[in-house]
């Protein structure tokens, strides 16, 4: 019977949760104004990219059409734990090389701009699976607590 929590002990554990939450969630919007900034960088140094080399240079012909195509970074979520992660392989196809071999710095930028966006997106994906364990664990002490008070109507 000494391991049951007070009602007290409970509340005080959902308002860590909820201050957890909150703190997950500026995280997550901060993220997300990451993830839009390098998103809108990205786009604008491609466009001045097209601008530089002409928009038949820049343009969806450059993208694979037949064969396979190796990407350069994969995301691998682990089924046990539950984790995102991004790895990096030097050894897949460099998609700035369909532009030429002397591309504009403003390619470049847009790639790693674009690049990352990647890391910024896992990042989000990653903050959001956080949050939704932390709900699950705000849900449960909320059935704990409503349970108690029902014992103590009764």
């Known amino acids: 019977m000494g391991h049951e929590k007070t009602a007290k002990q409970v509340d005080d554990e959902l308002d860590e949760i909820c201050l957890q939450m ?34 038949r240079s820049v343009s969806d012909l450059q993208l694979p059409t037949s064969g396979p195509y190796t990407a350069r970074s994969t995301v691998i979520r682990e089924k046990n734990t539950d984790t995102i992660n991004l790895t990096h392989d030097n050894s897949g196809d460099d998609p700035i090389k369909r532009f030429g071999v002397l591309v504009p710095g403003s390619l470049r930028m847009a790639q790693e701009r674009f690049c990352k966006c990647l890391e910024s997106t896992i990042e989000a994906a990653i903050i959001k699976s956080e949050m939704e364990k932390v709900q699950g664990n705000y849900l449960s002490l909320k059935d704990v607590r409503s349970q108690m008070a029902n014992k103590v109507n009764k």
Do not use: P, T
């Open 22 to 55: 909150i703190q997950l969630m500026d995280e997550y919007c901060s993220s997300i104004g990451r993830l839009e900034h390098c998103l809108r960088d990205g786009c604008v140094h491609l466009a001045k990219s097209r601008y530089v080399m002409g928009n």
